[in-house]
């Protein structure tokens, strides 16, 4: 028997068969989810980078998403506010039900939505503007605002962060004259100024020391009774400290999720295991 | 594996610094060779009525000759070039870059944008007499050489628009959208602020290109002589290197008033270009 030789770019498996992916192993279920996520699946070009993800995330709680290097969970992060919209050749199909809304649907405006679920980056990434100015920008965008007003929402945004007293002399200073610790929670209370329902955090202190690094935790600590927040962190005693729950992602998939204490003291899979103890990643 | 020798590397590298400022001062050599020529030429035709006396043939009265006629005229033509141009310019950048980046549309039109830029100038003057002064109908006046400058010059406001927009970090972009910016407030209220500086380098480009362009406003009808100042669009009009090259070629006696005219139009490019540095300085500032 002859077979054509495969053209360029073209998979010598024809037809290939549906990938099977292994069922998550989720020990609790969460009523009511935020946000859920079913069968959710990413594509840049032709990798994917999310496969078939089904998650619940509960509201007013802190959920961590853990798992090695380039396993998704940026991808899955941006996937919950449409960010991944503006990257070219990046395709999402299932559904992000945001308050039981597809994301994704034909009458959610990504505006409108990416206004109520704020987006906290790795790398802090302040405008190149006053620190005043940083936090007034997003007001703007969407309210017509007095500059008392403006001020008032600053100021209070400010000390939400817990930043107010280190910057209260320096507000009409450009923003990127302040350290790296500082310039994260300016981008955070940048987030709140807007009062976001939702605070998506991608790894928000990799690039900060441990004293940067509790600030921000603290920060955590007194939201999470008024925002549901996702984190992404390398970090497993900052999971460990901060998120109610943990989910643990690995190549794409969703392996696990439960309460984060439970699931660090007696993880069901093998792979998180191997993972929390250290044995790869 | 054998170590490289440290003081190889230093010899090279103080070799390297020597050849580099040895090409810069030969360059401020030229440039100050050239500089000089042309002044010492005009010294003794550098006179306040230069700038109010209009232009003469007589060489009896080489003294009296001046440029009014040609510096309006040059201000109109370079002005108006420039509020065509950049608008435009700095639109057309804008949506290339941030609109239409991977297109297809977009890789053609910068492949007709590049090109264009090296085109010679005297072919966009016999575009300008065929399509502005002909077709149009417009007649040999300000708007009909505007437009065609405005032509000559977009590709390089193009270009700069594209780098300087490209220059701004992603990660602004991305800050601006996801508090839930539309694509045109993170343009308008991040990037743009941000690449200011680079869109104004792009105008300072504008405007000396424009202003020292000569074969196509030849092509263009730009007379020299003109005894009245130009009133606007609709006006004949000459300009500073037409009146220039007009004043060289009637004879040697009028060499020192044509160098005077080099270093009026090398004053106004300083000018322009001071300006376009203190609005950029306060720009920077005003960023925060
Ligand atoms: N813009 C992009 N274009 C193409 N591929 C991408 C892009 N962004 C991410 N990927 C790929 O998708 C996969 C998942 O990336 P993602 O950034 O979500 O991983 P991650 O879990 O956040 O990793 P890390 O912990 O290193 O941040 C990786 O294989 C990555 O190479
Ligand atoms: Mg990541």
Redesign the interface.
């Known amino acids: 028997m002859f077979r054509r030789p495969a053209a360029r770019g073209e998979s010598t498996v024809t037809e290939a068969e549906p990938e099977r992916i292994p069922e998550p192993a989720v020990s609790v279920v969460i009523e009511d989810p935020a946000i859920e996520s079913k069968n959710l699946s990413v594509w840049y070009r032709r990798k994917q980078a999310i496969k078939d993800v089904s998650l619940r995330i509960p509201r007013r709680k802190t959920t961590a998403i853990i798992g090695p290097s380039g396993c998704g969970k940026s991808t899955y992060l941006r996937a919950i ?1 449409r ?1 991944n919209d ?1 990257i ?1 050749g990046c395709r999402t199909t299932g559904e992000m039900l945001v308050e039981k809304e597809d994301a994704y649907g034909p009458n959610v405006d990504p ?2 939505l ?3 679920i ?2 906290i ?1 790795q ?1 802090p ?6 620190v005043f ?1 940083n936090i007034a ?2 007001i703007q ?2 309210y017509r605002a007095n500059s008392g007003e403006l001020e008032g929402i600053v100021k209070s945004a400010l000390e939400q962060a817990n930043l107010w007293d280190e910057v209260k002399d320096r507000l ?5 004259g302040l350290s790296g610790g500082q310039q994260q929670r300016l ?1 955070i209370a ?2 709140l100024a ?1 009062e976001p329902e939702f605070l998506l955090m991608d790894e928000p202190c990799s690039a900060l020391d441990p004293v940067a690094t509790a600030k921000i935790e603290d920060l955590m600590f007194e939201l999470r009774k008024e925002v549901t927040i996702v984190i992404v962190t390398h970090n497993m005693q900052q999971a460990a400290r901060v998120a109610d729950y943990t989910a643990f992602m690995y190549l794409g998939r969703l392996v696990e999720f439960n309460r984060t204490r439970d699931l660090f003291e007696k993880p069901r899979e093998e792979l998180t295991e191997n993972y929390i103890t250290g044995r790869f990643g | 594996m054998r170590p490289k020798s440290l003081r190889v590397r230093k010899a090279k590298e103080a070799a390297y610094l020597a050849g580099f400022v040895l090409a810069v001062l030969a360059a401020l050599a030229v440039l100050g060779v050239l500089l000089w020529s042309i002044v010492a030429q005009a010294w003794p035709q550098l006179r306040w009525s230069l700038l109010t006396n209009y232009p003469l043939t007589d060489s009896t009265r080489v003294s009296e000759a001046g440029y009014a006629s040609a510096i309006v005229g040059t201000l109109w033509v370079v002005g108006l070039t420039l509020a065509l141009s950049l608008p435009l310019g700095i639109g057309a950048g804008i949506y290339l870059e941030e609109y239409a ?2 297109s297809r549309i977009s890789r053609v039109l910068q492949a007709g944008v590049t090109n264009l830029a090296g085109v010679p100038s005297v072919v966009f003057g016999l575009l300008g007499l065929a399509l502005f002064v002909r077709a149009f109908g417009l007649g040999k006046v300000v708007l009909a050489a505007s437009l065609t400058l405005t032509i000559l010059v977009f590709p390089y406001v193009v270009i700069t628009t594209r780098e300087a927009i490209r220059a701004v ?1 992603q ?12 694509k045109w ?1 993170t343009i308008r ?2 990037v743009l ?2 690449a200011a500086p680079g869109l104004l380098t792009g105008s300072i480009i504008a405007a000396a290109r424009a202003m020292g362009e000569t074969a196509p406003l030849i092509v263009l009808g730009s007379i020299p002589l003109m005894q009245f100042l130009p009133w606007g669009p609709d006006s004949l009009f000459v300009v500073m290197p037409v009146q220039i090259y007009a004043y060289f070629k009637t004879g040697p006696a009028w060499h020192g008033v044509a160098a005077a005219g080099m270093v009026i139009l090398l004053l106004i490019l300083f000018a322009v270009n001071g300006a376009a540095v203190v609005l950029r300085n306060r720009l920077q500032r005003q ?2």
């Not at chain 1, 009409?172 to 990127?176: G, H, Q, T």
């Not at chain 2, 990660?171 to 539309?182: N, P, Q, V, Y």
């Open positions: 506010n960010m503006t070219l505006v409108l990416r206004r109520k704020g987006l980056f790398k990434n302040p405008f190149p503007k006053s100015r920008f997003g965008l969407h009409d200073e450009s923003a990127l981008c940048r987030a807007i | 980046r991977q970090p990660s602004i972009r991305d800050g601006s959208l996801a508090l839930g910016a539309t407030q209220k991040q602020p941000a960023r925060w």
